[in-house]
């Protein structure tokens, strides 16, 4: 970490916006898979974790702004997969 407070302040704003950013791409990514989902029990536990993704996203984003006193902007990385399983493994 850099010596100065302020340098340090803005790795701080940056580590919060990559945890925001990674909660945002889970959140897209486990939209996705729960729409792949073979059976009901699996959408369950996709909708389960896809739940504790957003309670995070906002967590971080209110830590943010809170910070800051503005909105985070960001942009997900977006996993694509074309079968369940292959969801699966990316997870």
Not at 6 to 18: S, T
Not at 29 to 46: E, R, S, T, W
Not at 75 to 91: R, S, W
């Amino acid at each position: 970490m850099s010596r100065n407070p302020q340098g340090k302040c803005q790795q701080v704003f940056e580590a919060i916006l990559a945890g925001i950013k990674g909660e945002a791409s889970a959140i897209d990514f486990y939209n996705g898979l729960v729409n792949l989902a073979p059976n009901q029990k699996h959408k369950n536990d996709i909708l389960h974790a896809l739940e504790d993704e957003k309670v995070h996203l906002k967590q971080f984003t209110d830590l943010y702004v809170t910070l800051t006193g503005r909105q985070p902007m960001y942009q997900i990385d977006k996993v694509t997969f074309n079968t369940y399983q292959e969801g699966l493994q990316k997870a």
